[in-house]
């Protein structure tokens, strides 16, 4: 079988933190071929959705004192062939956000792909429709107190009615322009215009959950079931716990209540096509719901002496093979 991914420059990719690289390495020690290219390498031709498409094989991370350990060569790079997607068996794509203009073009061409040859995980459809802030709306009973939107009135009533807040901009990633408001503030006002653009982009604000110092959560889903999480811890004076910010990853587990929040996200994930997610849970809410690229793999995998990729790519395969 042969899986292509689509992600970005291979080269800056982390291989001892990246999930990207644990699904390749799950696919490339299952026996099966792997195949990589990048978004602005997509085309369409006669109906149908190409890349210029690299082979890759890689030399697997190990593990050594409590971290994933990579040697300096980790991947070899094979020539570039211009490729129909739909001779690919899998897709996977790795496109980290943020959901540019130029994403939501790589998922119109990867509607071009023919769903009865060629899986395509992440859905584009769904990725279209996820915005990892928004889609977690319309699971009212899971999410804490959140509203969106672009007024600097209205959100500074909110937040003096709350006390505290975190601001979040709609299309972020990895906790960048994340800010913690208190309506006391002395910059509070410019907080808001800058990252509204003086009211012309909404943003999402949530009441300020005091266990976000206890960790933010990560739970990996797999067609809508749990299958791993890892719990992320804010570092030095950064109230932030996102890894990319320095947040460090300790063991968790799943619990009853993050099942329950699972539960209620599964028909819709289904419904969208979104196969493989990683969800944010502080103190019990749920935050954000991530679809582009989640991560978290590596870490889940490293505190759990699991293999989340492998168990990732068995599904994908029993899935085909019941489909046919």
Not at 9 to 35: C, S
Not at 124 to 136: F, H, I, Q, T, V
Not at 215 to 228: A, M, T
Request: charged share 25%.
């Amino acid at each position: 079988m042969k899986f292509a991914f689509i992600i970005d420059p291979i080269e800056k990719l982390d291989p001892g933190h990246d999930t990207t690289v644990a699904l390749m390495e799950a696919v490339q020690i299952m026996g099966y071929e792997v195949w990589i290219t990048e978004a602005r390498r997509l085309s369409v031709f006669e109906g149908k959705a190409w890349a210029l498409l690299q082979p890759v094989k890689l030399t697997p991370v190990e593990l050594g004192d409590n971290r994933w350990i990579a040697v300096p060569n980790w991947y070899t790079l094979g020539d570039a062939v211009l490729t129909p997607l739909e001779e690919m068996d899998v897709v996977f794509m790795r496109t980290d956000p943020p959901v540019t203009i130029p994403y939501l073009y790589a998922t119109y061409i990867l509607d071009y792909i023919d769903p009865t040859k060629t899986r395509v995980i992440n859905s584009p459809k769904g990725l279209r429709e996820a915005n990892e802030k928004m889609y977690a709306l319309q699971f009212t009973e899971a999410i804490p107190e959140t509203f969106v939107s672009q007024d600097k009135q209205v959100i500074r009533e909110v937040v003096e009615r709350w006390g505290a807040a975190v601001l979040k901009p709609i299309g972020g990633k990895a906790g960048e322009g994340v800010l913690f408001l208190e309506a006391g503030d002395r910059n509070f006002n410019s907080m808001v215009e800058i990252s509204t653009l003086q009211g012309q982009m909404p943003v999402m604000v949530q009441i300020y959950l005091p266990a976000a110092k206890d960790g933010d959560k990560r739970v990996i889903l797999l067609n809508g079931e749990p299958i791993g999480a890892v719990n992320r811890l804010p570092t030095g004076k950064e109230f932030r716990s996102n890894m990319a910010v320095g947040g460090q990853g300790v063991k968790s587990e799943v619990t009853e209540r993050d099942r329950q929040i699972c539960s209620q996200l599964a028909p819709s994930l289904r419904r969208d096509g979104l196969v493989f997610v990683g969800i944010d849970i502080i103190g019990g809410y749920l935050t954000e719901v991530n679809v582009t690229s989640p991560t978290g793999v590596r870490e889940v995998d490293r505190l759990d002496g699991v293999s989340l990729g492998r168990q990732v790519i068995e599904w994908v395969m029993n899935s085909a093979a019941e489909e046919n």
